[in-house]
């Protein structure tokens, strides 16, 4: 009895360990409540989780998620690079306000595809044909709900993506960046990666319009993208606010200050430098 018991255990343990990392998402995703459904754009297949809000409005929240695992040990290029830790998803969660977490061309699940080339989520990650796609499936969204304000909420390497998504639609209100790539060169440099040929670099783009608010988050223990990298490329974006969080590294702990920044983005706060509300406009 106990070894039989041992053998399923030990399945079941090989089972988990052996499952994609789109299987993994997707199971976190139902975990939380999660509804998952998927948009074609021009080309390319993306696949959409939402939540499922009480109360009905004009505004929606987009959730990008981080680059995930593009190589595997910087050698190889990964089969799935759906993010291994989906910070943006567990953020989302969070959130009341009607959200959606949308994912980028080619990953959960859908690599394999004959549309898709492992370039696009190496070299080109951050090309105009990846925003152009994750853009023609959000505007199918937009116009479906008849939503009239957006809250762009990036992490990580969808921090840029953000920052790209909001100049192309007049919808955009809010910004929120947490650990944002938003200078690839000075990132690739730091980590002595390969350049990304092919990929825009938000640090290049012009400033957002005036009455996007933007707050862009860092972790100051984060070695992955450091504070001091987001800091200079927001110098010429305004209306934004910069703001670190001590203890906080490039994954952990956005989750504790998430309910707080959701208010604040609610009432249209004021932080300093260290993480405190200190003034609110409503």
């Known amino acids: 009895m106990t070894y039989s018991l041992n053998?399923?255990?030990?399945a079941l343990l090989f089972t988990i360990a052996c499952s994609s990392p789109s299987a993994r998402f997707d199971q976190q995703a139902s975990a939380l409540g999660l509804d998952k459904q998927e948009l074609m754009g021009e080309v390319y297949s993306h696949t959409v989780y939402?939540?499922?809000?009480?109360?009905?409005?004009?505004?929606?929240?987009?959730?990008?998620?981080?680059?995930?695992?593009?190589?595997?040990?910087?050698k190889i290029i990964a089969?799935?690079?759906?993010?291994?830790?989906?910070?943006?998803?567990?953020l989302m969660a969070l959130d009341d306000a009607p959200s959606i977490y949308l994912?980028?061309?080619?990953y959960?699940?859908?690599s394999g595809s004959s549309a898709c080339s492992p370039i696009l989520w190496t070299y080109e990650r951050y090309s105009k044909t990846v925003t152009e796609s994750m853009s023609s499936v959000l505007q199918k969204i937009v116009d479906q709900g008849a939503y009239r304000e957006l809250v762009l909420i990036g992490?990580?390497?969808?921090?840029?993506?953000?920052?790209?998504?909001?100049?192309?639609?007049?919808?955009?209100r809010q910004v929120v960046t947490l650990a944002g790539n938003l200078d690839t060169e000075a990132w690739t440099r730091l980590h002595d990666y390969d350049e990304?040929?092919?990929?825009e670099n938000p640090k290049s783009m012009p400033p957002l319009r005036e009455e996007i608010q933007q707050y862009h988050l860092a972790g100051e223990k984060d070695d992955?993208?450091?504070?001091?990298?987001?800091?200079?490329?927001?110098?010429t974006q305004r209306s934004s606010q910069f703001i670190t969080f001590e203890e906080f590294t490039h994954a952990c702990c956005w989750e504790k200050i998430w309910k707080r920044m959701l208010n604040c983005l609610h009432d249209s706060c004021e932080w300093n430098k260290q993480g405190s509300i200190i003034a609110v406009e409503n």
Not at 161 to 167: E, N, P, V
Request: hydrophobic share 35%; aromatic share 8%.
């Open 196 to 199: 990304l040929i092919g990929s």
């Open 50 to 74: 939402k939540n499922s809000p009480v109360q009905d409005t004009s505004e929606l929240h987009v959730y990008l998620g981080g680059d995930g695992t593009p190589w595997i040990d910087r």
């Open 7 to 10: 053998l399923c255990v030990a």
């Open 103 to 106: 994912g980028r061309p080619c």
């Open 79 to 90: 089969w799935d690079p759906t993010p291994r830790n989906p910070v943006g998803l567990r």
């Open 155 to 172: 992490f990580s390497g969808g921090g840029g993506i953000a920052m790209f998504l909001a100049a192309e639609f007049p919808q955009t």
């Open 108 to 110: 959960h699940g859908s």
């Open 224 to 235: 992955n993208i450091p504070p001091w990298m987001i800091e200079a490329a927001i110098q």
